[in-house]
């Protein structure tokens, strides 16, 4: 995908040079091929070994309407946390059945839209919402299929922001006797849901299969004691996303190493309670988006602090890329016009917001920088645009699909004017 051909960087078969100066900089530029490999290896490694398996791709990590058709067209599911995130599904005509809506706090307004649209799945975040639901539901004469989000008490390894399956948690149902129970049984009860299982994620950039145990053999202990307590088999379970990838020396795990031993042991319980095997569904954002795009930007301002530190400043920065700032995120990058020349100089690559935190790349080591020299940065697919930011007035970038060296335009740069869209001048403030 990420090659170098006379000197310069080329990405799933284009020039990225020409590919910045053909639609500026900053530019989020995402590769096609790379993000159909990740669905190919997701069918062939869970879909294709689990009769009803599905793949609901997280909207959250990377998405635009354009992003929706290519996870429609590959026959993939989603998983949409907003109102927002369902509308653009819905504007790009994704399939309303192949969504499942996620999040901890469902506005009524958003739970209308998603029963009114026929979204496929709600996953339930705690008894009230189960309570809008049925209202809704009521009112429109219809029946929506739910799971449980529980959080089943497991630390996982990540950035604390990043880690939700722990029981100390605004997310889910904790597994406390006198509140999951209630709760499912309400669902089992309710004329107006169709109650499937259980939904669990336990965090994001994970790369060690323990905790995946640990989670499903708690929730398989919950299916055991919904089957005694209630008759009911649990027909669905969802096991979330997190997944890890490259940033710099991690090393990224197929898909298989994280889903077969969870696959093993749903089957085991299930044979062993001889009762049908549940469909099995997953959640990836990261590992789908993260690595399958880069960010070319221009160098532009450079200062040599003397005996302290090189500082290269490129024309984006925090509102292109938060999570250096908000995580300590740490990134590779490389020149994409010197793409074979050999690493000579250490620089902290800055952007050009006004906080000394923004700051993409501490100590890259590179071949010498000069203003307008093309740096590319890698694995800025998942939680860079859908977490942009206008701070400093700044418009978002654009976003550039690339595949086999055909390149088409997907996100627009924000103009000036976008970025003053939304804005009015009160009557009494004008002059
Ligand atoms: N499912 C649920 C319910 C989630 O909350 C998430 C991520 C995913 C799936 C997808 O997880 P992934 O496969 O992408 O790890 N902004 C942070 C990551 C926040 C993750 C939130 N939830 C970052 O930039 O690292």
Known sequence: MIETRNGTLFFDGCDTTQLAQKYGTPLYVYSQTAIEERFAELRRDFIDGWPGARVAYAAKSFFCLGMARLVANAGMCLDVVSGGELNTALAAGFPAERIEFNGNNKLISELELAVESGVGRIIVDGAHELEDIEAICKVKGKRMKVLYRVTPGVKADSHDYIITGKKDSKFGFPLDEDVIYPAVEAAIRSPYVDFLGFHFHLGSQLFEISPYIQAIEIVLDLVRQVKARYGVDTRELNLGGGFGITYTNEERMPYREYLAPMMERVAACFDEMGVPRPALVVEPGRSIAGDAAITLYTIGSIKEIKDVRKYASVDGGMTDNIR????????????????????????????????????????????????????????????????????????????????????????????????????????????
Do not use: H, W
Request: aromatic share 6%; hydrophobic share 35%.
């Open 324 to 431: 250096p700032a908000l995580y300590q995120a740490v990134y590779r990058s490389t020149l994409a016009n010197k793409a074979d020349m050999p690493a000579e100089e250490t620089v902290t690559i800055c952007g050009k917001c006004c906080e000394s935190g923004d700051v993409i790349i501490r100590d890259a080591q590179l071949p010498k920088v000069e203003r307008g020299d093309c740096l590319a940065v890698f694995s800025t697919g998942a939680y860079g645009y859908t977490m942009a930011s206008n701070y400093n007035g700044i418009p978002i970038p654009a976003v550039v699909l690339v595949k086999d060296g055909q390149e088409e335009l997907m996100v627009r740069r924000q103009s000036y004017q976008d970025v003053i869209a939304c804005q009015l001048v009160p009557e009494s403030l004008k002059g």
